[in-house]
Antibody, heavy 123, light 110 residues
Framework: EGQLVESGGGLVQPGGSLRLSCVAS????????INWVRQAPGKGLEWLSYISDSNSDTIYYAESVKGRFTVSRDNAKNSVYLQMNSLRAEDSGVYYC???????????????WGQGTLVTVSS | QSVLTQPPSVSAAPGQKVTISCSGSSSNIGNSYVSWYQQLPGTGPKLLIYDNTKRPSGIPDRFSGSKSGTSATLGITGLQTGDEADYYCETWDSSLSAVVFGGGTKLTVL
């Protein structure tokens, strides 16, 4: 059974930066694509970013974070990272990583999810 | 304002059946597979349905999915109190080049 564990969340001031980590176990990480999804307090799920498997040759971002967030991966450490800069109050929420199954996002689904890490942007 | 439209809430009695709709457009549901996720209070989402109609191993056949044109539906039969959760539909939007989720539907089992 695959598992994903997020970390790196916390309290940060507006305009600040934070780096989230997602560590995978129990499945072939290097051949798996990964999504980042967040959930603002009391709100629904919002997709943020996608990074393809092994070579990271395909990366997508939601318009809401494009230019501020950067996704990367280190297959040797079974890890994916989300570097978040220029943080705003509306970036507050629980951040999840999820494994993507399927050859492309057109036919994909997300079968393993982490427990999430809480990010609070406030002065 | 979500790209995919779901009812905010649905309710039914234990043992009854409920359906949750997800309405989109030709650039998303009409052109892609739909997945459904269950989120129990205080937990991360869990995959319920993928490829419009398929259930992952371990998901009971009380849960079903269907798709017609630009809409998808999640059905739950034999409702249990443990089914109380938020349910989300999800797909890819080719116009936005983005994954899109519905706004979520809160299921209450009365």
């Amino acid at each position: 059974e695959g598992q994903l564990v997020e970390s790196g969340g916390g309290l940060v001031q507006p305009g600040g930066s934070l780096r989230l980590s997602c560590v995978a176990s129990g499945f072939a990480f290097s051949s798996s694509s990964i999504n980042w999804v967040r959930q603002a307090p009391g709100k629904g799920l919002e997709w943020l970013s996608y990074i393809s498997d092994s070579n990271s040759d395909t990366i997508y971002y939601a318009e809401s974070v494009k230019g501020r967030f950067t996704v990367s991966r280190d297959n040797a450490k079974n890890s994916v990272y989300l570097q978040m800069n220029s943080l705003r109050a509306e970036d507050s929420g629980v951040y999840y990583c999820a494994r993507v199954r399927g050859p492309t996002l057109l036919v994909a689904y997300f079968d393993y999810w982490g427990q999430g890490t809480l990010v609070t942007v406030s002065s | 304002q979500s790209v995919l439209t779901q009812p905010p809430s649905v309710s039914a009695a234990p043992g009854q059946k409920v359906t949750i709709s997800c309405s989109g457009s030709s650039s998303n549901i009409g052109n892609s597979y739909v997945s459904w996720y269950q989120q129990l209070p205080g937990t991360g989402p869990k995959l319920l349905i993928y490829d419009n109609t398929k259930r992952p191993s371990g998901i009971p056949d009380r849960f079903s999915g269907s798709k017609s044109g630009t809409s998808a539906t999640l059905g739950i039969t034999g409702l249990q109190t443990g089914d109380e959760a938020d349910y989300y539909c999800e797909t890819w939007d080719s116009s936005l080049s983005a994954v899109v989720f519905g706004g979520g539907t809160k299921l209450t089992v009365l």
